[in-house]
Structures are given as structure tokens and as C-alpha cells.
């Protein structure tokens, strides 16, 4: 069993993570648009990766007997032409995400949700490594610079990315 509370809030954090999947997906486009196809394919595997956060959550309200309910959201706005701005703007999006996890894991444990604290649990791992990832990723484009050699290798190492993350198993 889920509260109402509980419930509404976790149905808003799946608009949260398809509209994440949205934003990766336009940055993917726009990525490829300025020739960076390795790390247009990182941003399309992270798309595709917010989309099972999503299903995720709409499994467990399920599960736990919950009402899910799919809303829709704003167009993603991408800030940065190019591409160290893109990957600055998509950690800027993460760490919003990982104040809503943390606002969720707050209200599970007022209400002494054990069950939804274990299912949280996975999120808040989840956005260390998300952070992590997306930090490691602007360090090397910082040290690049606009080195030729090193964006055309660190693309080549982006586009290496498949199903999972760097480190994520999800
Ligand atoms: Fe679903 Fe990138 O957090």
C-alpha cells in the first residue's frame, strides 16, 4: 500500500522522468546535428534509460495497489549549441532529479514506508552514478578543450555507451 500523498507524488515523478527521456532524446538530435554522433548515441541510450526509470515507477504504483496516472509536460528548451554546454545543462537536469528522489525517500520515511524506502533506494544509487557520469564526462570536455584529436576521441568513447550506463547496471 501506498498513500495518496505518496502515490500523487511518485505519478509526478514519472512526468519528471519521461520528460527527461524527452530532454536527452532532443539533446541526442541536436548533438548529432553538430556532427558529435558518439555522444548523440550516449544521449539517446540515457533517453532510453529515463524511460524504464519511468516504467519502473508506474510498476510499483501498480504494484502496491496504487492509481498510476500519466500526465503530460513542457517541451524540452536545450540551452547549449555545443556540446560541453549540452552535457553541463543535462547534470544541471540531474541534480534536479536527484532533490525530487530525495524529496520522495523524506516523505517515505515520515510515513514509515519500508517497502517504498527499499524501492527508492535504487533511485538514490541511481542518481550518484547518473551525477557521476555526467560530471567524469564534462571534466574530460574541460581538459579538451578544443583539442580536435581529443573531441573526436572522447566522441568515438561516448558512442561506445550500448544499453547501460558507464557504470549503471539499470
Ligand atoms: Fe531518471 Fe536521470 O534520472
Avoid: C
Avoid at 83 to 91: D, K, P
Avoid at 125 to 151: C, F, H, M, P, W
Wanted: proline residues 1%; negative net charge; without cysteine.
Amino acid at each position: 500500500m501506498i498513500s495518496k500523498h505518496l502515490n500523487e507524488e511518485l505519478n509526478q515523478q514519472i512526468t519528471y522522468e519521461f520528460y527527461s527521456s524527452h530532454l536527452y532524446l532532443a539533446m541526442s538530435a541536436k548533438l548529432a546535428s553538430i556532427d558529435f554522433i558518439g555522444a548523440a548515441t550516449w544521449m539517446r541510450t540515457q533517453a532510453e534509460e529515463e524511460r524504464v526509470h519511468a516504467l519502473k515507477i508506474v510498476d510499483y504504483i501498480l504494484e502496491t495497489g496504487g492509481e498510476v496516472n500519466i500526465t503530460g509536460f513542457e517541451d524540452p528548451d536545450i540551452k547549449a549549441d555545443n556540446i560541453l554546454g549540452i552535457f553541463e545543462q543535462g547534470l544541471e537536469h540531474e541534480k534536479f532529479v536527484t532533490d525530487r528522489i530525495n524529496f520522495l525517500m523524506g516523505l517515505a520515511t515520515e510515513e514509515k514506508n519500508y517497502a517504498a524506502i527499499n524501492f527508492l533506494n535504487w533511485f538514490v544509487n541511481e542518481q550518484v552514478e547518473e551525477e557521476s557520469n555526467a560530471e567524469t564526462i564534462i571534466r574530460s570536455l574541460k581538459l579538451i578543450g578544443n583539442d580536435g584529436n581529443g573531441l573526436y576521441q572522447i566522441d568515438k568513447e561516448l558512442g561506445a555507451r550500448t544499453t547501460v550506463g558507464i557504470t549503471s547496471q539499470t
